[in-house]
């Protein structure tokens, strides 16, 4: 009951705040252009406001390319109108010191937003290989990990998707990968054949939950990634190539700063850890308990400017490598991306995360 009545508060904030950007967007708009504020004018309002939660319900229900479609559309516009809702703020600025004729500023703002699109979409095509050496205490040999996070198949990112990460990742032979959270999206259905490129990783994989599998619901991941090759861990520790890798799910508490969960598992402190928590926070917990190395992601390095100075105030530790009283945190800006399909500001990513000796 709790969790139905959270979605339906998230749904109604959600929804208010999404006719807000509407709202403000098309009457500065209409303003700048000259556009008559008629019926159809908030009819288009009304739609384009209701249709990404529709089809994103009608996705989850009918299978079919073109309710994919559909939601790629929906998705993307959201994206443009926060773009186009940002570039409006900072004209408003402009125009407090400087004059310039509306006509010319409204269509000059919507070039600009159409280029910032297209530009993102493009952009976020293309995975990054970044490579970060970390030194570990007590590491006997180097040891390489490819961390992936926030990859968010569903509509967006399918099969196709996974199997380009699965053969960049090979080609960087690893030791181990590392998936820290929000492999699913919650958008379209998933199946096994998505799903089965995961297979061919040839290096042993690990898997801790992030907020999407929460969503999308435990069980149904886990069924999902049992017929893989894919290991996930829960709340635990195990053992591989004389690394205790710790798998921790996503908290319930989406804002907490503490990792209770990590105060009751028990690992030898003498060893070298790598905890697997999707989000970046509980480093003050983690590090007390004796970890070495803790992996995040979760933040999406805000995904598309300006969202990642919203981003930063909540999660400081936004992306890249860290370090809190001797533990390093490493924090992915994500394999994928969630909403929108483009990025600006931020590029996705395959970590390869080289471990060597202190």
């Known amino acids: 009951m709790n969790r139905i009545i959270g979605f339906v508060l998230f749904f109604i904030t959600f929804l208010s705040i999404y006719l807000g950007m509407h709202l403000y967007a098309f009457f500065r708009l209409s303003m700048l252009l000259s556009i008559p504020r008629n019926v159809w004018f908030f009819v288009v309002i009304a739609v384009l406001t209701i249709s990404l939660p529709l089809i994103t319900v009608v996705e989850r229900t009918i299978d079919g390319k073109i309710a994919s479609i559909l939601y790629a559309i929906t998705a993307t516009w959201m994206g443009a109108l926060f773009l186009l809702v940002c570039t409006l703020a900072l004209y408003e600025l402009f125009n407090i010191f400087f004059k310039v004729n509306q006509k010319l500023a409204g269509l000059v703002i919507i070039?600009?937003?159409?280029?910032?699109?297209?530009y993102g979409i493009i952009n976020a095509l293309f995975i990054k290989v970044n490579t970060v050496e970390i030194p570990i205490d007590n590491l006997e040999k180097e040891l390489s990990i490819v961390q992936l996070s926030d990859i968010h198949v569903g509509t967006i990112h399918n099969s196709g998707y996974i199997r380009d990460i699965v053969e960049t990742t090979n080609s960087l032979n690893p030791d181990i990968v590392l998936i820290t959270g929000d492999f699913v999206d919650g958008s379209g259905k998933i199946t096994e054949k998505i799903v089965a490129p995961l297979n061919d990783i040839k290096a042993e994989t690990f898997f801790s939950m992030g907020n999407h599998e929460i969503y999308e619901g435990i069980d149904y991941v886990t069924k999902l990634l049992n017929d893989t090759k894919v290991k996930i861990i829960r709340n635990k520790v195990v053992t591989y190539k004389g690394i205790q890798i710790i798998g921790i799910d996503h908290p319930s508490n989406e804002f907490g700063r503490e990792n209770p969960v990590i105060k009751k598992l028990k690992f030898d402190k003498d060893?070298?850890?790598?905890?697997?928590?999707?989000?970046?926070?509980?480093?003050?917990?983690a590090a007390f308990a004796g970890v070495s190395l803790q992996l995040s992601g979760h933040t999406h390095n805000g995904q598309v400017f300006p969202f990642g100075l919203i981003t930063k105030l909540v999660y400081p530790m936004i992306s890249g490598l860290y370090e809190h009283n001797g533990m390093h945190i490493h924090v992915s800006p994500g394999t994928g991306t969630w909403g929108p399909p483009m990025r600006i500001g931020s590029r996705s990513e395959i970590t390869l995360l080289k471990l060597v000796p202190a």
């Open 111 to 118: 070039l600009f937003v159409l280029v910032l699109v297209g």
């Open 271 to 285: 060893v070298p850890s790598i905890l697997m928590y999707h989000p970046p926070s509980g480093v003050e917990d």
